[in-house]
């Protein structure tokens, strides 16, 4: 059996220059490779042709028969999403906090977004995070423009809900289509 033959341990020629590190791992190093007489050394460079091998890649027919309960049809993306919007409402916060950070630009996320949304969870724009009223704790502050008190914050690092004092500018939450101008974030 052949060795593999690393390009800057190759044998130089007499005659030729030192190589530069770029010239050895480069396509200088590749082509020491390739001339190498070892034919081990040449299959790794070179690939090695898989119908010499009894594979026949023109045959239609699979090679194996799989059993049909492996055999799983994935609904259609619009039909995915309705089956999923069933089964929201049964699933965690953070299960849905996950189908919203895990799947980006997909109709899942904006499911999960809107579940959140009826759950009175909110997404602050400025600091990248859901939120929602601790509903143990009033106010200290409440404005046409912000309120500040203790808020219940998903911090994603951690995958935790923590309590946070804070002051939360209205303009700074996400709006939901259809939302009235002036609207109020929670009831």
Not at 28 to 45: K, M, S, V, Y
Not at 68 to 84: D, M, R, W
Not at 114 to 133: D, G, I, M, P
């Amino acid at each position: 059996m052949g060795t593999i033959v690393d390009p800057s341990q190759a044998p130089a020629d007499a005659n030729a220059a030192p190589m530069s590190n770029s010239d050895k791992f480069g396509l200088f190093g590749l082509l020491n490779i390739i001339r190498n007489t070892d034919p081990d050394a040449n299959a790794l460079a070179l690939g090695t042709d898989l119908t010499t091998l009894g594979l026949n890649l023109n045959s239609a027919d699979p090679e194996y028969h799989l059993p049909a309960c492996y055999s799983v049809q994935l609904p259609p993306t619009a039909a995915g999403a309705k089956g999923i919007a069933a089964k929201l409402a049964s699933f965690s916060d953070e299960t849905l906090f996950y189908l919203f950070y895990a799947q980006p630009r997909d109709a899942a996320q904006e499911l999960a977004a809107q579940e959140l949304w009826s759950r009175h969870w909110r997404f602050n724009r400025a600091a990248q995070v859901w939120l929602t009223k601790d509903p143990s704790v009033d106010p200290v502050a409440k404005t046409a423009q912000y309120e500040r008190g203790t808020f219940v914050v998903f911090d994603v690092a951690t995958w935790q809900k923590t309590r946070k004092e804070l002051t939360l500018y209205y303009e700074q939450l996400e709006e939901r289509a259809g939302n009235p101008p002036g609207y109020r974030p929670w009831p």
